[in-house]
């Protein structure tokens, strides 16, 4: 079973940083691509970041590019979300997932695509 925790939110000024972080604390996290996605009141999930198992392939939406880097350490069974220059429309709660895939080289965008997701954790970002 797997289970994805997510931790590292809360409040920050406009330009600060973040640190989002989640857990996998069930079976082996070494051949699950991640993403994270973030979903605003009143609005629907939105992709953030991605990276494929092996950690080598990253995708991220063009809102994000340059301010925000997801990372993993497969060996802590952690996918991390660096969040650099945040910006009140940043303001969300953020959730990551993990997909099972079959190839190394995978990277998803699409929420439909993942099969576990975490609990989210709350980011505000005031101005």
């Known amino acids: 079973q797997v289970q994805l925790v997510e931790s590292g939110g809360g409040l920050v000024q406009a330009g600060g940083s973040l640190r989002l972080s989640c857990v996998n604390s069930?079976?082996?996290?070494?051949?699950?691509?991640m993403g994270w996605f973030r979903q605003a009141p009143g609005k629907e999930r939105e992709f953030i970041a991605a990276?494929?198992?092996?950690?080598?392939?990253?995708y991220y939406a063009d809102s994000v590019k340059g301010r925000f880097t997801i990372s993993r350490d497969n060996a802590k069974n952690t996918v991390y979300l660096q969040m650099n220059s945040l910006k009140p429309e940043d303001t969300a709660v953020y959730y990551c997932?993990?997909?099972?895939?079959?190839?190394?080289?995978?990277?998803?965008?699409?929420?439909?695509?993942?099969?576990?997701w975490g609990q989210g954790t709350q980011v505000t970002v005031s101005s």
């Open positions: 069930g079976r082996t996290f070494r051949n699950y691509a």
């Open positions: 990276m494929n198992w092996s950690g080598d392939r990253t």
């Open positions: 997932a993990g997909k099972l895939s079959a190839v190394s080289a995978g990277v998803y965008s699409s929420a439909k695509q993942y099969d576990y």
